[in-house]
C-alpha cells in the first residue's frame, strides 16, 4: 500500500487548505483513513479519520474547522481545512487503517504516506 499526500502549502492565518491523499490498491474502499499531524519535537496527533461507510470522526482541537472525505472511486481521502491558525503548522500525514472502522491513535494506522508541510503565518 502506498499513500501519497499533496496539497499543503503556505498560506496566511483565516485562510483555507485541501489536502489529498491517494492510495494505491484495489481494496481502498473497505478501509477506514485518517489525517495526523506532526508539529516539530511533539507527537504525532490525530486530526480525523473516515470509516469505509463514510462515518467521520475528529479531535476537538479540528472540529467545525476540518473536514474530512473520501472518493472510493478515485482512491482518495481529503481534509478541507478552513479558518486556519499559526498553531495548525505542522506535517500533514494520511494514514490507512488496520479495518474498516476508524481509530484515533497512532498505533491503529499500519501504513503512512510521507507528509505535506503546512505552515501558516501570522
Known amino acids: 500500500v502506498q499513500l501519497q499526500a499533496s496539497g499543503g502549502g503556505l498560506v496566511q492565518a483565516g485562510g483555507s487548505l485541501r489536502l489529498s491523499c491517494a492510495a494505491s490498491g484495489r481494496t481502498f474502499s473497505n478501509y477506514a483513513m485518517g489525517w495526523f499531524r506532526q508539529a516539530p519535537g511533539q507527537e504525532r496527533d490525530f486530526l480525523a479519520a473516515?470509516?469505509?461507510?463514510?462515518?467521520?470522526a475528529y479531535a476537538d482541537s479540528v472540529k467545525g474547522r476540518f473536514t474530512i472525505s473520501r472518493d472510493d472511486a478515485k482512491n482518495t481521502v481529503y481534509l478541507q481545512m478552513i479558518g486556519l491558525k499559526p498553531e495548525d503548522t505542522a506535517v500533514y500525514y494520511c494514514a490507512r487503517a488496520y479495518g474498516k472502522y476508524t481509530y484515533s491513535r497512532v498505533s491503529g494506522y499500519p501504513y503512512w504516506g510521507r507528509g505535506t508541510q503546512v505552515t501558516v503565518s501570522s
Open positions: 473516515i470509516d469505509w461507510s463514510g462515518g467521520t
